[in-house]
Structures are given as C-alpha cells and as structure tokens.
C-alpha cells in the first residue's frame, strides 16, 4: 500500500464501473496482482500477505505499486493492524476470486480428462463432523466412484472459512467467524458439536463419580488457540458460574501435540466427543487417554455445511455434499 499525493480520487475512475476483466489484463494487470489483491484481504497485512505466497515484503508493495498504477486507483489504505481494501480494491478483489477460481476449476477439469480421473474435491471440516460424517461419506464415495481423490483439511472454522473464500476449498463444515460477511455464503445447519474433557488414564480426578467445575482450574490445561469457538465456549462455562479460570495453559490448535502433553501430565484439554472417543479406543500411548466424567455439558454452537454464494459445486464435490447431508440425517439427536 503507497501514500498518494495526488487528492481524492473521483467516482468515475475505472473500478467505479463494471469491471472488464479483459481490458485489465491489457492494460498490464497480472495474474499474480489479482492473486496478490485477493490474498491481501484474506489476511489484512501486506507482509502476511506476502509470506502466504512466498515472496519477500518489499516484492508485495512493488506488486501492490504497480496495481495502484495500472488503475490509477487506490486500493489499499492503512488501519491501526494492517491494511483494508479501499471500495476500488474490494470491488476488483471480488471479481478476482471469481476469476482465479474459474481458472482454478478449468485446470482440475482439464486435469481429470487427461488423467481419466473421476475427479477431484476439496473440503474442510472442523473435528467432530470430520470424524462422525467426513469419513462414512468418504468411505461409501470411494467405493462406488473409486476414481475421486479426496483432499481434507481440519482445522478451526476461523481457519476453514478464510480458506473456503479463497477458493481453496469446495465446501467446508463448520461455522461462520464473526468478523466474517454471513452473507458470503450459503449455510445448512446440520449438528450441534458435543465436547468433553481429556485426561490421562490415572488422573487424579478420575477417582472421583464426575468432576465439577471448581475442581478443575489447580490443573494445566491444553487449549485451542484463543478466539476459536471451543474454547470460547469452555471459558463462558467457567465465567458464568463464577469459577476462576485455569491459568497455567498451552494453546495449540495441534489434536497429536494435545495428546502427548496429556498422557504425560495431568493437564486436562476440552475436545470434540466423537474424536475423544476414537483416541480412548486406540490400542496406542493415545489409548492412555479418558473421558473425563464431569457433571456439566459441553456444548458448542451448531456446525454446518457452507459453501459460497453464487459458487456452484463440481459434479465430485456435489456428490460429497450429498452424502454428508445424508449421513448427517442418521445423526442422533442431541
């Protein structure tokens, strides 16, 4: 982002009208500067922005320079954290995911006839349903379309749903950050995610019927990174019932790290119940792990399926789709 010294600009500079993807491109507007604008905003500051498509600092702002100067329009302006796009820079930001999807889904498309593939899909879903719906659709997918190739990615719906804007991925399940447009995507309820807490086998609290709010802040803890939506919901059940909260804390947004710190230590970690279950049942140093009973319930805001608005599905991940809102209707209630 540059200091101007020229004024304002008016309202009948070139991104104040439609925006003509071809006469940008001849007029020297790269494909790297539309990738570069767009990653910007995903990440509100040029070095961030910069580092996420590995070239230097100095590198970016040349880039962001020469946009600047090719449409003679400001696009970025400086915030107390960063940088925002100017309404020039979101107008065109939002034409460019359009385009470099596009692209994007010409190449898979092109890739697949070439190599007789089935084809290709890219999801991300926060723990729970990763583990309860992700996989029994990916299991009755690959059997009937042997030819998909499957890629998942899960992680924090802060995460999942930056990368799903950014066209990185078709579809995600999770929810929508509040810093974020709800109206940039479509989204379909479909389950309320159900945690616990996890100890090792022997802990402490383990010789008690259920372990209570007041017992549990004289331990270590293990968290997901602060912000994220678990963690948040764990600390409103500590703050409303007037329980201090732990101090002595690691934050990781790492399910094998968390594992580890917790079979060799008496820290405790809030996690999805589907996912603690499958590690209580693992013949593994991950084996060591237990439920911890306690006498309140953990329970996180509903997830969903999201996808983008005005964004349409390829015929792989639709059929992924499908399978997940089917699998997600045999669900128990909560």
Known sequence: MT??????????????????ALALLKSGLKLTHLSMLVT??????????????????????????????????????????????TKYGAALAKRARKILLELREANREL????TGNGGSVFIGAVTAPAISLVVPAIHKVTASY??????????????????????????????????????????HEIGIERACLMVREGHPLLDKPAASLADLPA???????????????????????????????????SLLLTAAVICKSDAIAPVA??????????????????????????????????TVRERELPPSARLLYDIILEESLRLPAA
């Open 219 to 253: 331990f270590d803890w293990v968290f997901q990174p602060p912000g994220t939506l678990l963690r948040r919901t764990v600390e409103d059940i500590f703050v409303t019932a007037n329980v201090p909260l732990p101090e002595n804390i690691i934050n990781t947004s």
């Open 146 to 187: 042997p030819g998909i190739e499957i890629n998942v990615q899960v992680e924090t719906s802060n995460v999942l749903a930056r990368e799903l804007l950014a066209a990185r991925h078709d579809f995600v399940i999770g929810r929508i950050p509040d810093d974020l447009n709800p109206r940039l995507f479509h989204v």
């Open 3 to 20: 200091k101007h010294s020229q004024p304002a600009w008016p309202e009948n500079t070139p991104l104040s009208a439609d925006i003509d």
């Open 273 to 306: 119940v589907d996912m603690a279950q499958f590690l209580a049942g693992q013949s593994s140093r991950a084996g060591e792990i237990r439920i911890l009973p306690i006498d309140f319930e953990i329970n996180v805001k509903p997830y969903s399926l999201i």
């Open 40 to 85: 910007i905003e995903d990440h509100g500051q040029i070095s961030a922005a910069a580092e996420a498509m590995n070239i230097s600092q100095p590198a970016a702002s040349r880039m962001l320079s020469e946009m600047e100067s090719i449409l003679r329009t400001p696009l970025c302006e400086r915030v107390a954290r960063g940088v925002v796009l």
């Open 111 to 114: 890739a697949e006839l070439r």
